[in-house]
């Protein structure tokens, strides 16, 4: 029986009052990405928006997260002191439904990658260009009970995909007459 073993998480956390929106996060981190690395700089290519409300002086940073392949359903909106905001402008996913965390080029969807290239960084490009502190880099370690995982061949993971799309029945019913076809 395997007992618990530890990981680590990586966070960053903002700081939303202390956010200046001097976008030096978004400066930083499309230079960091660019090929080659620091060859030039478009925030459209950052892994980090801060969503701007400079009327009242309100800035958020939001970094790239996963992919989806369709726009959500949830159409929220949320007011801060004020003002109103879409759900999706707090939104870290990338998205058909809008241009925010999608390469401009190549059309491709981007994510965070907490700058984890080789050499790895000691902390996110955009944590270390933050002046303000609004971002702060954590690693933190998470214990998890580790199960046993039973060992399966080819043939069952086969079998379960097909079970999972049409059906035991259907399956069970393909599998006799095969089975059937051989014997004559």
């Given at each position: 029986?395997?007992?618990?073993?530890?990981?680590?998480?990586?966070?960053?956390?903002?700081?939303?009052?202390?956010?200046?929106?001097?976008?030096?996060?978004?400066?930083?981190?499309s230079a960091y990405h660019a090929q080659p690395r620091?060859?030039?700089?478009?925030?459209?290519?950052?892994?980090?928006?801060?969503?701007?409300?400079?009327?009242?002086?309100?800035?958020?940073?939001?970094?790239?997260?996963?992919?989806?392949?369709?726009?959500?359903?949830?159409?929220?909106?949320?007011?801060?002191?004020?003002?109103?905001?879409?759900?999706?402008?707090?939104?870290?996913?990338?998205?058909?439904?809008?241009?925010?965390?999608?390469?401009?080029?190549?059309?491709?969807?981007?994510?965070?990658?907490?700058?984890?290239?080789?050499?790895?960084?000691?902390?996110?490009?955009?944590?270390?260009?933050?002046?303000?502190?609004?971002?702060?880099?954590?690693?933190?370690?998470?214990?998890?009970?580790?199960?046993?995982?039973?060992?399966?061949?080819?043939?069952?993971?086969?079998?379960?995909?097909?079970?999972?799309?049409?059906?035991?029945?259907?399956?069970?019913?393909?599998?006799?007459?095969?089975?059937?076809?051989?014997?004559?």
């Amino acid at each position: 029986m395997a007992g618990p073993t530890t990981r680590t998480v990586k966070e960053i956390k903002v700081d939303i009052d202390k956010c200046t929106g001097c976008r030096a996060c978004e400066m930083a981190c499309s230079a960091y990405h660019a090929q080659p690395r620091y060859s030039s700089i478009n925030p459209a290519k950052s892994r980090i928006r801060v969503v701007t409300d400079e009327l009242n002086d309100e800035y958020v940073p939001i970094r790239a997260g996963d992919y989806t392949r369709a726009e959500c359903s949830g159409r929220h909106v949320y007011t801060i002191n004020g003002k109103e905001y879409s759900e999706c402008s707090f939104c870290r996913a990338s998205c058909p439904s809008r241009e925010y965390f999608i390469e401009p080029d190549s059309g491709l969807p981007m994510k965070c990658d907490m700058c984890e290239s080789v050499p790895a960084l000691d902390e996110p490009m955009c944590v270390k260009v933050c002046v303000a502190d609004a971002l702060i880099y954590v690693e933190r370690e998470v214990e998890r009970e580790e199960k046993p995982q039973p060992t399966r061949g080819q043939i069952e993971f086969g079998l379960e995909s097909l079970v999972g799309q049409f059906g035991m029945e259907a399956v069970i019913e393909s599998l006799v007459k095969m089975s059937k076809a051989r014997e004559h």
